[in-house]
Nanobody, 119 residues
C-alpha cells in the first residue's frame, strides 16, 4: 500500500528556514505531480507549491521567492525548502501526489507536519 510520509516540520523563529520532506513508500508504479498544501487554524487548506513529473514548478504568490519545491525521482521524494519564514507561514503542511498503483491512479495525502514560526 502506498503511503506518503512527511518529515521536517518544527518550531523556528521568523526569518529562519526549514526543509520539509515527503517520501512515497510502497513501490508505486509511477508518480505524476507532487505538491505541498498547508492549513492554518480556522482557515481552509491552500496550495503552496507544485512540481510536475517533468519538473515544472508553480507557487502561491505568498511564498514566491522564499520557498522552493524540488523532487528526487529515484527516492520518490518531494522537498519544500522554506526560507525567510514569517509567522503567517504557521500551519500544518501536507504533501500530495498523484500516484499510479496496481488498482489505478489516485491522489494521496501525507499525514501532515506542523510548522510554527514565532515572531
Amino acid at each position: 500500500q502506498v503511503q506518503l510520509v512527511e518529515s521536517g516540520g518544527g518550531l523556528v523563529q521568523a526569518g529562519g528556514s526549514l526543509r520539509l520532506s515527503c517520501a512515497a513508500s510502497g513501490s508505486p508504479f509511477s508518480i505524476n505531480a507532487m505538491g505541498w498544501y498547508r492549513q492554518a487554524p480556522g482557515k481552509q487548506r491552500e496550495l503552496v507549491a507544485t512540481i510536475t513529473r517533468g519538473g515544472s514548478t508553480s507557487y502561491a504568490d505568498s511564498v514566491k521567492g522564499r520557498f522552493t519545491i524540488s523532487r528526487d525521482y529515484a527516492r520518490n521524494t518531494v522537498y519544500l525548502q522554506m526560507n525567510s519564514l514569517k509567522p503567517e507561514d504557521t500551519a500544518v503542511y501536507y504533501c500530495n501526489a498523484g500516484i499510479l498503483v496496481v488498482g489505478g491512479f489516485g491522489s494521496y495525502w501525507g499525514q501532515g507536519t506542523q510548522v510554527t514560526v514565532s515572531s
